[in-house]
């Protein structure tokens, strides 16, 4: 089993609806992180959370909001999907020591139609 | 502005052949990694540098500070290679914030 697993991997919706999308990891870490990713450009931070009561903004935040159930599992909803929002969605995670190492899901597809 | 610029975009290769791919960077980091990412969309990490060089098979990464320069190496190119390759980059103190390049598409042909 992979040690940061997706679910749903694929997903087509309609715009308005809301959608969630599943983070969990085995690797015990404390700092979780979800990308979106878009043709030609690079990975940009939605939110990351370095335990379960520390949830922070990234760069493109709007639109979006998550959930730290417990250390393992960190949860992206749109609350009402756009079109705008279809993209590939990466969970990372990473240890809280002092250390740059970064894990990450096989990504989830979503299509906002 | 990107903190992150790899190069080339898009690289074809035939199989055997000797690959380099770019990147560099404009802040100062505590780390940089090599992503590859598969067709199928999952991301691995390949190598984490602070300095020098690593080596794992046929990947080989280097990393120049003073320059702010990295390149990964790929000897005896496969096809099993073909992938899309990421440079992210760390700044110090701040586990937050990876800069993440575009991207090198990366196809070897038999």
């Known amino acids: 089993d992979a040690d940061v697993t997706q679910t749903p991997r694929n997903r087509i919706t309609k715009t308005g609806k809301r959608i969630m999308l599943e983070c969990s990891q085995t690797?015990?870490?404390?700092?979780m992180y979800w990308y979106r990713q878009d043709p030609g450009l690079g990975l940009r931070l939605i939110y990351y959370?370095?335990?379960?009561?520390?949830?922070n903004k990234g760069e493109i935040s709007d639109g979006y909001s998550v959930s730290r159930q417990a250390q393992a599992k960190f949860s992206l909803s749109l609350e009402s999907a756009i079109p705008n929002q279809t993209a590939l969605y990466f969970c990372?995670?990473?240890?809280?020591?002092?250390?740059?190492?970064?894990?990450f899901g096989e990504g989830s597809r979503l299509t906002v139609l | 502005k990107n903190e992150v610029e790899q190069s080339p975009q898009n690289l074809t290769a035939q199989e055997g052949e000797f690959i380099t791919i770019n990147c560099s960077y404009s802040?100062?980091?505590?780390?940089l990694h090599w992503l590859q990412q598969h067709p199928g969309g999952g991301i691995v990490s390949l190598f984490m540098?602070?300095?020098g060089k690593k080596k794992h098979g046929r990947l080989i990464a280097t990393i120049n500070i003073q320059e702010k320069h990295s390149s990964l190496h790929i000897t005896a190119s496969h096809p099993r290679d073909s992938a899309v390759y990421i440079c992210?980059?760390?700044?110090?103190?701040?586990?937050?914030?990876?800069?993440f390049g575009s991207g090198t598409k990366l196809n070897v042909k038999p």
């Open positions: 990372a995670t990473g240890p809280g020591a002092n250390t740059g190492e970064l894990f």
């Open positions: 690797k015990g870490h404390d700092r």
């Open positions: 959370s370095f335990d379960v009561k520390d949830i």
């Open positions: 802040v100062g980091i505590s780390a």
């Open positions: 540098l602070s300095s």
């Open positions: 992210a980059v760390l700044p110090p103190g701040n586990f937050n914030k990876f800069y």
